[in-house]
């Protein structure tokens, strides 16, 4: 899909000024005002002789430009998107024709105190993270991958590895949010009404675009972090300890080796002091080094014999070295902060590929070890393996959101990544039947290979009560693409 150069709403307004200084005649004007229309509404294009719209892109400044996108459909097509940093591996912010509104440019810190802070939704959780802590506070989730906005992580799946009692992602801190519905009205959400506010939260933008949050934080608060190495046999008879550890629990499983990296993080009650250093370089060695690192190795050694165990002795490596051996004290603050990897953008997409199911916790055990067997026995038939670890994060009950995985019960989130692609469309559709097979939850942003009828299963009550509230929200269906007629309705 050909996409257009992205629409800034301050250039045109600059531009249509200019054009005014110049005193053009009023159907100059008009004509290229009409001009501009057209760039914003996509131009067509020949595909194996088939014409195409290509989607417009947005790029929001001031919460009055959203209302002008979505009470203007002939200029700004159907379906409207809004997009954080678009690392969704979804089809979930996907348009066609439609319109997408990029909303990091609305990325203001609007006003904090001691307990909580509002910001508009395209601020990402790096930035956030970095005003707060000067002045001493953090967030109160603990989400590794800082470059998400605030507006995408509350409004999607967005897991972490929590510590008990402060919620399974982020969503859980919200303590108001204020929604541009589809027909361009502002509504304000707040904990006093309660029902609304957790459909609100984890609703994909179908209820309308989240343009500003206020969130629970608090003063940064240090944890310790302690680490094992078990083979997958012995993770699983231990899993039932990690299931229950007052800590926030982190898994590396690499299944070639048939080693799990074991990552626990305790909160004291001392607090020490945390550097920020370590964090940066683990991140820097984690999110950009390594996924570029097993990924050439992937292209220049072309024997899979001397290839796949280089990659795996390489991953090993890093994780001994870089997780294991640089931090072992941390804080959320320290997490969030530093400059690395950006996740994907809608001008660069990321190099990662990355599917997530969640499984109840009581499960996990089997589920680990039949993982491992899965990713062998795949292996030999397609000869695709993933070059990276798979991520696994305890997931503690948590109901803030309607569609929230753990809504029922505790949960392990598994995220199966790669930078290898060949093979990669294969291989999740045979991870979504071997996930079905354990009772795995979706999350609509980063789990492929979903069918309707599963999710159906999965969430059923809850998802009927999105729906209704969806559409008599959004009659219009202003705000549902293809991907979430498919899976919502
Ligand atoms: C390399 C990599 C690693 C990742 N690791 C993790 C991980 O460890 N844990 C995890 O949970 N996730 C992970 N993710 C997934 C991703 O970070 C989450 O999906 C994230 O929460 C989404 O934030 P975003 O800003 O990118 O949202 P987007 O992907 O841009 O959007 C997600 C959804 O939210 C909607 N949306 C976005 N902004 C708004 C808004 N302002 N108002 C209303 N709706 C909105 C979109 O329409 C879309 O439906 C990873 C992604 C990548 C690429």
Redesign the pocket.
Known sequence: MQRNKALDFDSDTDYLARLRKKTVGFDDLKRLRTELVIEATGERRRKHGIKEKAETLVKVRRDRDIVTVLTNPKRFPSPV?????????TR??RTQAGTQLD?TLLNRLLRFNAKTVTVQ??IRLRELAEKLAEHGLELVGGC??PD??V???I??????AAIPGEGG?LASSVVRLTLITPQGHRLDIGQDRADLLRVALMS??LLG???EVELRIRRIRSYAMRNKTLNFDELANYMPDLAQVRAAVKLFLLPYRDTAFVEVRVTGSKNRPVHGWPWKIRNWAWNSVLPRVVHSVGRVIPIRQIRDPLIDTVNEAAQVLVNRGLSASGSNSAEQSGQFRT??RPQRP?R?R?C?WAFPACQFGAVVKAYRDFCRAHNKTSKFRCDLPA?AYRVDKDQSALLSPSFDEQVFSL?V?TTNTRGWENFVMEFAEFAAGFAGIPL???TCGLTAGYVEDVFGKRLAHLRAIRRRMDPNDRMLNQFFAEHVG
């Not at 409004?155 to 972490?160: E, F, M, R, V, Y």
């Open positions: 998107r809004p997009v954080g940093s678009n690392s969704a591996s979930c912010t909303m939704a395209g590794d991958d998400r906005t507006g995408g992580a409004s999607s799946g967005s897991l972490t992602d994909y933008g675009v989240v343009c996740l994907s990321t990662i990355y997530t991520i995220s990544r609509f942003n980063q």
